[in-house]
C-alpha cells in the first residue's frame, strides 16, 4: 500500500512514558511497513497528567491532561500526529485538529491484580477492609456499588510504579485495564478480568487514537491505513455517548460495546461518587448510525435520573477548585 505523497519525515508526538512509547513505537512500525518511502520519527514530551502525581485525577479537572501538550505541538506544526490511548483522548478536540485513525482494539476489560497474599480470591470474595488501588472514579464507583465491604485508596504513577505499590504491601490490590498490562508484558500479573457486568469499562480503551490536524490531507491518507472500522464504529458509538453526557476524568461513565453482523449493541453507566446510584442501559441498531446511537443512550440514561448525578458531580467539582 502506497500513498500519493512526496517521501518526507513524518514526526510522531508521544508521551514519555512507558506504555505510551510502547503504544507509539507500533504505530511507527505499522507505518513503516505501510510506507517505506516515508521517515518516521518519534518526537517524545511530558503532559500535565505525567507531571502531577500526588493528586487524584479526578481533583485536577482538566480533560486533556495527557493531550494537551502534543496538541499544542501540532499546531506549532511541530508535530504531525499524536498517538493516544483513545481513553484520554477527549470528545471535543481543540479547533484544526481532528482524530485520524483508530486502531484495532485489545481487550478493553480492567483486571485485578492482587498481592500474592490474596491470590486465592477473586474479587467478589476478598475479605471485608480489603484495600484495592485505583485512580479511577469510575471504576472506583462501580466496586463500590457491587462491593461496598472493601476499601479504596487512590493511586497514581505509571503502570511499572502502581505494581511496585502493590508488590510492597501499599495495597492489596489494584484494578488496571489489561491492555496496558498485556502491552507492557505484565500479562501474567492479571489475576482476573472483570466482567462487564461488574466493571463496563472506559470510553475507548483498548484502543489508540491518532490525532492529526485537519487540514494536513496528507497525513490523513496515511493514517487511513491503520484505520480498523469495527473498531472505529464502536468507538465512535461510545465517545458521542460521553460527548453528549458532557463527561471525562472526573465522571463515572463507562460503557460497553459488541458488533454482530451489521448490528451494534453499546451498553452505558452513570453512577454516583459514592455507589449508592448506578443507571445503566443499552441500546441496539445498526452501525452506520453509531454515533445516533451513543446520543440516543446518553437521552435514555438522562431519562432515567442519570443528569442529576451529573449535575451534582459538577457542582461538586466546581466548589472544590474555588
Known sequence: MTASVSARTIRIGSRKSQLALVQTHWVQDQLR??????TFEVQTMTTQGDNILDVA???IGDKGLFTKELEVSMLRQETDLAVHSLKDLPTHLPEGLMLGAITERVDP?????????FGEYALASLPEGTVIGTSSLRRLAQLRYHYPHL???DIRGNLNTRLQKLDAGEYDGIILAVAGLQRLGFGDRIHQVLPGEISLHAVGQGALGIECRADDPDILALLKGLEHQPTAQRCLAERAFLRELEGGCQVPIGV???RVADQLTLTGMVASLDGQRLIKDA???????????GVQLAHRLREQGAQEILDEIFASARASVQ
Not at 109 to 117: T, Y
Open 33 to 38: 511497513q505501510l510506507y517505506p518511502e516515508h
Open 57 to 59: 485525577l479526578a481533583k
Open 109 to 117: 476489560a480492567d483486571a485485578l491484580v492482587v498481592h500474592e497474599r
Open 151 to 153: 476499601e479504596f485508596k
Open 256 to 258: 460497553n460495546s459488541e
Open 283 to 293: 441500546v441496539t441498531g445498526p452501525v452506520s448510525t453509531a454515533e445516533d446511537l
